[in-house]
């Protein structure tokens, strides 16, 4: 059985940056069909596309975060990360890890992780 | 591509049929555009997929519909756990977006 599992600080100082690791079980990353994604959802609002990355290291970023995102994968221990950079109170939210399906859209979710921004 | 769904919240008795709309700033692929479930607390649930392919396990009460710029969601008989928030997603130029959601409520 597929599972997505989010790890990582709860917390991140102003200006600091955020590493964010998930983990997947039950499948292996290294797909040719699937690709893997992060997507947030600030407290009470709506969903973020965030990036989404394939076993081979292809990347797409949402181009209003793609100056402060890195997304990468290690096939070794099947997982994917995401760094954010220079964090500011408007990138607290909670952080999903997800798979996206041949189909383009994402048919498997983590349970996610609450990261807050604060001194 | 901005989507816009409406209403903003819906708000139905138990047993009743929603009717969710999504709209598309340009004409989106059918193949692209996804719908989902968010209860409170939990990650989104894939619901619909390719507009109107109903995800695996998904009962049969959730239907989808729509193209180009439009399309729509459908609930028949209400369930107590079909009141959450109802996200469309699509894909286009190798970005994903999402509509800011319409909440179904209990009436």
């Known amino acids: 059985q597929l599972q997505l599992q989010e790890s990582g600080p709860g917390l991140v100082k102003p200006s600091e940056a955020l590493s964010l690791t998930c983990t997947v079980s039950g499948a292996s990353i290294a797909s040719s069909t699937f690709y893997w994604a992060w997507i947030r959802q600030p407290p009470g609002k709506g969903l973020e596309w965030v990036g989404t990355?394939?076993?081979?290291?292809?990347?797409y970023y949402n181009p209003s975060l793609e100056s402060r995102v890195t997304i990468s994968v290690d096939t070794s221990k099947n997982q994917f990360s995401l760094n954010l950079s220079s964090m500011t109170a408007a990138d607290t939210a909670i952080y999903f890890c997800?798979?996206?399906?041949?189909?383009?859209?994402?048919?498997?979710w983590g349970q996610g992780t609450l990261v807050t921004v604060s001194s | 591509i901005v989507l816009t769904q409406s209403p903003g919240t819906l708000s139905l008795s138990p047993g009743e049929r929603a009717t969710l709309s999504c709209r598309a700033s340009?004409?989106?692929?059918?193949?692209?555009l996804a719908w989902y479930r968010q209860k409170p607390g939990q990650a989104p649930r894939l619901l619909i997929y390719?507009?109107?392919k109903r995800a695996t396990g998904v009962p049969d009460r959730f239907s989808g519909s729509g193209s180009g710029t439009d399309f729509s969601l459908n609930i028949n008989r209400l369930e107590p756990e079909d009141f959450a928030v109802y996200y469309c997603?699509?894909?286009?130029?190798?970005?994903?977006?999402f509509g800011q959601g319409t909440t179904v409520e209990i009436k």
């Open positions: 990355i394939y076993y081979t290291g292809i990347t």
């Open positions: 997603q699509q894909f286009s130029n190798s970005l994903w977006t």
């Open positions: 997800a798979r996206r399906s041949s189909d383009f859209c994402y048919d498997f």
């Open positions: 340009q004409s989106v692929s059918s193949s692209y």
């Open positions: 390719g507009a109107s």
